[in-house]
């Protein structure tokens, strides 16, 4: 039977190539020239202190910063509790007294990063595009705003909305923190201006338990304004290089077998590329069609999570239309097109290992689903 087409938010598809690579690393590692037993073992049974782990976890580092364009001034950390945790360790660690923590809401995932800084001190939203249930991306207010602040963060990309930055903003001399859980990586994105970023790894990186961080040093020496537990300071995991306790050795290893199918891909460049084909594809069925709707705006419109809605005269007849077709896309395999429950209607998730023939088969279906409707 023929793979369904995954379209899941996260965990999301990962490449054929990956997968199988990395079944072969479960079994055995056999590291090109690596002469030591570890390397006869499963990834999942060597330690993180052996030199064959050491190899690994130093190649990963290094794809990051090569293949991800992460800047050599920034240190990069592999740490788990996913990118729910950073909500509440970026507060903790770079906020500075006196300073508030400036947030632009986009969406879920930026009120939640809002919701732990305003428990642990001043935060201020200066933009919000929640009037419109978060269809677009807030013009970036006046740097009277935000400067002066401890950091400004943003979503770059809205998972649950589908809305993207279109590049990194310039936040001037403020610190400029990221949540890149759901576009890392997908193209050409102005990174060098992001001062911290982090990313849960289930979407573009690999398997969920394992977040993918990186601080510019000088944002490191930052003293906390209070005690900050040991496991959520940046400072114990930059210190040790992610060795400070057990790290998630498999999720590094597949990380770093993502990142080299991306650089024979051509890096963020050439995924970037197809990217931009595959969702301009989707965008345009909506965009000529009197079925469906795009949820996002113009101008906001993400590459990785592409949402609309379905026409009907009533609440009733769209839900039972987005039911048949929800219902028809599975029996014609397609999975995981569900909307999420925030805006309803579906959401095609198309990460960068999701294929353009994928999109070529969704779009058909979607086209003979309208005229049929
Ligand atoms: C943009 C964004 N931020 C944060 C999260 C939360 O990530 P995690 O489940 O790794 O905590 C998600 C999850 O989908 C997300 O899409």
Redesign the pocket.
């Known amino acids: 039977m023929s793979r369904p087409w995954n379209f899941s938010?996260?965990p999301a598809i990962l490449p054929l190539e990956v997968l199988e690579r990395t079944a072969a690393s479960v079994r055995e590692l056999a590291l090109p020239g690596d002469t030591a037993l570890e390397s006869k073992l499963s990834i999942l049974e060597i330690s993180h202190r052996s030199k064959t782990f050491d190899r690994i976890h130093n190649g990963a580092i290094d794809l990051c910063h090569e293949v991800l364009g992460i800047p050599r001034s920034h240190k990069v950390l592999f740490l788990q509790g996913?990118?729910?945790?950073q909500f509440a360790m970026v507060p903790m660690n770079f906020r500075v007294a006196g300073k508030p923590a400036c947030y632009i809401e986009t969406g879920v995932?930026a009120k939640k990063a809002i919701a732990e800084s305003k428990a642990l001190g001043e935060t201020k939203v200066v933009a919000s595009s929640a009037a419109t249930n978060h269809d677009h991306i807030p013009a970036l207010p006046p740097a009277s705003s935000w400067a002066g602040a401890s950091y400004l963060h943003i979503?770059s990309?809205?998972?649950?909305y589908g809305t993207e930055w279109e590049t990194m903003p310039d936040a001037g001399d403020t610190p400029l923190v990221v949540?890149l859980?759901?576009n890392i990586g997908s193209g050409p994105m102005g990174i060098e201006r992001v001062t911290m970023g982090y990313a849960?790894a289930?979407?573009n990186l690999g398997p969920?338990g394992l977040?993918l961080a990186f601080v510019r040093e000088d944002l490191l020496q930052r003293e906390p304004a209070a005690y900050v537990p040991t496991m959520l300071r940046y400072t114990t995991h930059a210190a040790e290089d992610s060795l400070y306790n057990t790290p998630n050795t498999f999720g590094i290893l597949v990380l770093s077998h993502v990142l080299e199918w991306m650089r024979d891909r051509g890096g963020v460049a050439g995924i970037g590329a197809i990217n931009g084909r595959k969702a301009d594809k989707i965008y345009a069925v909506l965009d000529g069609s009197s079925l469906y709707r795009a949820h996002a705006k113009a101008g906001s419109r993400s590459r990785m999570n592409v949402n609309w809605t379905l026409a009907g005269s009533d609440e009733a007849a769209r839900e039972a239309v987005t039911k048949r077709f929800l219902a028809q896309a599975e029996a014609a395999g397609f999975c995981g097109l569900k909307g999420h429950r925030s805006v309803g209607g579906c959401r095609a998730s198309i990460y960068n290992a999701f294929p353009e023939a994928g999109v070529d088969a969704l779009v058909e279906f979607m086209r003979e689903f309208e005229r049929t409707a």
């Not at 996913?82 to 945790?85: E, I, M, P």
């Open positions: 938010a996260g996913g990118a729910s945790t995932w979503t990309n809205n998972t649950i949540d859980s759901s849960g289930q979407k969920s977040t």
